[in-house]
């Protein structure tokens, strides 16, 4: 079983850190999803449809990514479940 030393300010730190890339990832992220919708106005047809669905589908992703990293206890929680199983 693979073990690990982790220092609790280090992480703290860390966790500030990975805080605040999220909040800034997920403010782009609506900043596109803005410009994404005001595509509507000019943009129009079957490619238009497709590319804004498809867009779309990648932007929920990424954001479902971001929302999952905002728990990191629970992401760090995962990480040692996984070294616990291999």
Request: glycine share 4%; hydrophobic share 35%.
């Amino acid at each position: 079983m693979a073990q690990a030393y982790v220092d609790d300010s280090v992480m703290a730190e860390w966790k500030t850190n990975m805080d605040s890339i999220n909040v800034n990832c997920l403010e782009s992220i609506e900043g596109i999803e803005t410009c994404l919708n005001n595509l509507n106005d000019s943009f129009r047809g079957d490619y238009a449809s497709d590319y804004s669905e498809s867009f779309t589908k990648f932007i929920k992703d990424v954001k479902n990514s971001h929302e999952d990293l905002r728990d990191v206890e629970g992401f760090l929680d995962s990480i040692v479940d996984v070294m616990h199983n291999q």
